[in-house]
């Protein structure tokens, strides 16, 4: 699949930067839901979704790795997983759904703005590094919101 946005960016490794944006938001939640544990169970839910709905659209959108992916390694739970290489888990990405997740549980303005700025940063990081198209991180939000809507509807 020709990309034009990535075939502008010379891919970089930013691994450890994409994972201290990613695990930063995790904990961010995880804190915010020590006060309302209603945040974590409704981005659990919906994580519940949004995964299902990522298994259904990896098998029926199998794209090939972006020209140039330099496997992305996550610094803390690589540990538990080896040296295996996922490369195909493409459309739609499950980092940008992650972040988007925590932006729509998370109810403070302030970590609502750091949520999208962590979104933001996350999606150019992981171009730099060619693990998505283009496509992947753009469809991301707008999957993940409808994901997020449903489970809002069913749950409350």
Request: glycine share 4%; charged share 10%; hydrophobic share 55%.
């Amino acid at each position: 699949m020709h990309d034009w946005v990535l075939a502008q960016i010379p891919p970089h490794n930013v691994s450890v930067a994409i994972f201290i944006f990613i695990w930063g938001m995790g904990l961010l939640i995880l804190y915010r839901a020590v006060y309302k544990p209603q945040i974590y169970i409704t981005y659990v839910w919906a994580l519940i979704v949004v995964t299902l709905v990522r298994l259904i659209t990896i098998s029926f959108v199998a794209l090939n790795p972006p020209v140039g992916l330099i496997p992305l390694a996550d610094p803390l739970t690589g540990i538990f997983y080896g040296q295996a290489l996922i490369t195909k888990d493409l459309f739609f990405s499950g980092h940008i759904a992650t972040l988007t997740l925590i932006l729509l549980c998370l109810e403070k303005r302030n970590d609502k703005i750091l949520g999208f700025t962590s979104i933001i940063i996350v999606a150019f990081l992981l171009l730099v590094q060619h693990i998505h198209y283009t496509i992947d991180i753009v469809a991301s939000p707008f999957i993940t919101y409808t994901c997020y809507k449903l489970v809002k509807t069913l749950l409350f």
